[in-house]
């Protein structure tokens, strides 16, 4: 590993992801206290430092600038100075830029020192009401059709809290889409504009939520959003689906017991057995 002799330290900044009060003591006294700070939006990040009255030197680092302006930034670290690194809105990094300039620090044993705050994934996540034990976050649903459909065909069995960010534009298609490749009623949460005026924190089953987003045009045409996607959760043994109990009727008027039990347990993919011990059961009452 190649390492400097620096007291360089690349300071990661969260900062609000709407309320200009989310912001810790310790976050406002860093961007006073660094030699320059890089970040998302000049303007942007211009209006936070307005409101907290800090005066500093800042310089972009963005998505389209982030590996030339990240030289510069290591440069100005082997030199010995303090770099504060912000994005538009929460934690840097973290679905914004910095990815590479804290790859390279990392490589290069420059100190990095992150400080806690606000992220909008575990924001949502705290009050989803959705477990948090385990939970994978996926970013951003990707905006090609074909591929948001392979991702959340994969993601059909994931037994973790699933989470993705996304827009008001696409919102009711990925809803559509989770229930086309996910499952109608697995359970989910919107929370739409945390921390801003038109927040909401909605929970459902994926079809119920399609209609909740429908029947108001309120629910969908503003802001940021989170999705949080309760895990798949495995039916216990002795659990029938009710879509599989339907099923099986439909059948068992037109086919025996056994025809119906194995194209029923082929369609909704559980164990023979399980579904032959329950129609057994329902048909001795
Ligand atoms: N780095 C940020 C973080 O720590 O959350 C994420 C940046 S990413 C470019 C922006 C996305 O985060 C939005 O499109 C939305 O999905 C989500 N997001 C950001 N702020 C939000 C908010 N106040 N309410 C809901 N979602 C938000």
Redesign the pocket.
């Known amino acids: 590993m190649n390492s400097f002799n620096t007291t360089g330290i690349l300071y990661i900044i ?1 900062t609000p ?2 309320n200009l009060s989310d912001i810790t003591y310790r976050a406002v006294e860093t961007l006073k206290n660094v030699n320059l700070i890089a970040a998302e939006n000049i303007y942007h990040t211009n209006i936070l430092l307005q409101h907290y009255n800090v005066k500093n030197i800042l310089i972009s680092l963005n998505k389209n600038n982030e590996k030339k302006q990240s030289h510069y930034v290591i440069k100005k670290l082997k030199e010995g100075k303090k770099i504060g690194l912000v ?10 830029p910095g990815y590479f300039l804290v790859k390279q620090c990392r490589s290069l044993n420059i100190k990095i020192i992150p400080l806690p705050g ?4 575990i ?2 996540l705290s009050a989803s009401g959705i477990s948090t034990n385990r939970f994978c976050y996926e970013g ?1 649903l990707p905006s090609k059709k074909k591929v948001r459909c392979d991702l959340l065909k994969s993601l059909k069995k994931e037994t973790r809290t699933i989470i993705f ?3 008001k534009h696409r919102i009711l298609q990925s809803i559509k889409d989770i229930i086309e490749k996910i499952d109608e009623n697995r359970y989910l949460v919107i ?6 005026k038109w ?1 909401y924190i909605y929970g459902a089953k994926a079809n119920e939520m399609l209609f909740w987003l429908k029947e108001d045009k309120n629910h969908c045409n503003k ?4 999705i949080i996607i309760d895990g798949f959760k495995e039916l216990k043994n002795k659990d029938v689906s009710e879509k599989a109990i339907s099923t099986l009727k439909i059948l068992r008027n037109v086919l025996s017991l056994k025809q119906s039990v194995l194209i029923t347990s082929k369609i909704h993919e559980i164990k023979k057995n399980n579904l032959y011990q329950y129609a057994i059961k329902k048909e001795d009452k």
Request: aromatic share 6%; proline share 9%.
């Open positions: 969260p992801i709407g994005s538009d809105a929460g934690t840097p990094v973290i679905n914004d606000p992220c909008a994934a924001t949502a951003f960010y996304e827009s929370a739409r504009e945390i921390t801003k927040e802001g940021e959003i989170v």
